[in-house]
């Protein structure tokens, strides 16, 4: 088991900026990837960013490059999500999730109870 505790979310204007932080705790060794997402309202959740194994693997959604960096800290069993230039429609409850690859994607298996992110215009 893997248990994933998120941090760092808030209100924020327009153009400002948040940093994420998700600790995680447990069988940290047994998933090699760690992912952002996030949830709006009436929306699906769709992925952010990614990162696998010891961070030189990326990945960012369109909707956020430029703008946001995920990185991971092994030693401190912790993945974080800078975001810069944030923008109303970035509002949404931010999840960090963990997993490894299976069936020819990566599936997440442990989630975050999610923190709050919301961007006034």
Known sequence: ??????????????????RL????SGR??????????????????ELVARVIGFGGNTYSADSVK???????????????LQMNSLKPEDTAVYYCAAGNWRGGQYEYYYWGQGTQVTVSS
């Open 1 to 18: 088991q893997v248990q994933l505790v998120e941090s760092g979310g808030g209100l924020v204007q327009a153009g400002g900026s948040l």
């Open 21 to 24: 932080s998700c600790a995680a």
């Open 28 to 45: 940290t060794s047994s998933t090699v990837a760690m992912g952002w997402f996030r949830q709006a309202p009436g929306k699906e959740r």
């Open 66 to 80: 430029g703008r946001f960096t995920i990185s991971r800290d092994n030693a401190k069993n912790s993945v974080y």
